[in-house]
């Protein structure tokens, strides 16, 4: 069992920059790959970036590319999101992930555990 919880979601100007965390319980977080996913109201869980087990692969999703950077931290069990040139569109509720498979998945039912999210706001 792996709990999730992530912060450091809130309201920016567009243009601006957010830098999200997922902090994971338990000892075995090393094992897991994470990914950030996105979900506005009344949508499909959108991926948004994954990262391996080592931190030695990452995948993004094209609308983030150049400007989304995911990282982590094995010895702080951490995962992040740093988020530089924020969009309107970018506005949404971000959920941090876990599986325990090798691949860089982006569907969302591939992974295993989730975090309650965040409010990322990004005004105009």
């Known amino acids: 069992q792996v709990q999730l919880v992530e912060s450091g979601g809130g309201l920016v100007q567009a243009g601006g920059s957010l830098r999200l965390s997922c902090a994971a319980s338990?000892?075995?977080?090393?094992?897991?790959?994470m990914a950030w996913f996105r979900q506005a109201p009344g949508a499909e869980r959108e991926f948004v970036a994954a990262?391996?087990?080592?931190?030695?692969?990452?995948t993004y999703a094209d609308p983030v590319k150049g400007r989304f950077t995911i990282s982590r931290d094995n010895a702080k069990n951490t995962v992040y999101l740093q988020m530089n040139s924020l969009k309107p569109e970018d506005t949404t509720v971000y959920h941090c992930?876990?599986?325990?498979?090798?691949?860089?998945?982006?569907?969302?039912?591939?992974?295993?555990?989730w975090g309650q999210g965040t409010q990322v706001t990004v005004s105009s």
């Open positions: 338990g000892r075995t977080f090393s094992t897991y790959t």
């Open positions: 992930a876990a599986r325990a498979g090798l691949s860089l998945s982006v569907r969302n039912l591939l992974y295993d555990y």
């Open positions: 990262i391996r087990r080592d931190g030695g692969g990452t």
